[in-house]
């Protein structure tokens, strides 16, 4: 189930195929991590992988999951990197009109027991019927790369399948 987040300006859209080069690729659907959005508005580097995952996000190349939770802790983690504030309300803004919000069920997923706080990003994974995970945290290891038919890779493995189409 998705909803709108209390984050939201307007509803979330659907993301639509991209007609680049002339192909319709194929929609994935995928959490990304907080450190995945953190690396990109640190990034210096406009192709790096994490830069270009925002940017394929932004031409509707994948459908981008996020609930409330992950939201609030990228708010606070671009905070605590310095990033501006009128940066923070952009990329927030954009997650409010773009994204598919999931609304996170009341049981709890025990996914990763060596830092249980990531626990929301799985769930959100989980109830947002995800096809990918991406992160670059080390407690997802344990998972041996897969959730519930869900892979969990970095960036450079999510660029690659959304590359591939």
Same mark, same amino acid.
């Given at each position: ?41 640190? &990034? ?53 009109? &773009? ?64 590359? &591939?189409?």
């Amino acid at each position: 189930m998705t909803r709108q987040s209390e984050f939201a300006q307007k509803p979330s859209r659907k993301a639509q195929p991209s007609r680049g080069n002339g192909k319709v690729t194929k929609s994935l659907r995928a959490v990304l991590d907080t450190n995945v959005f953190v690396s990109a508005s640190l &990034s210096k580097n406009a192709n790096s992988p994490t830069r270009e995952l925002r940017e394929r996000w932004k031409r509707n190349e994948f459908t981008l999951l996020i609930c409330d939770q992950i939201a609030k802790e990228l708010i606070e983690k671009l905070k605590e990197r310095g990033i501006s504030p009128e940066e923070i309300v952009e990329q927030t803004s954009a997650l409010a009109a &773009s994204a598919e919000w999931v609304v996170m069920p009341e049981e709890k997923i025990e996914a990763l027991l060596s830092d249980p706080d990531d626990n929301v990003v799985v769930a959100c994974a989980v109830e947002g019927k995800a096809n990918y995970l991406v992160t670059y945290d080390p407690h997802f290891d344990s998972l041996q790369g897969e959730y519930r038919g869900i892979k969990i890779v970095k960036a450079i493995p999510f660029l690659e399948a959304l590359r &591939s189409g």
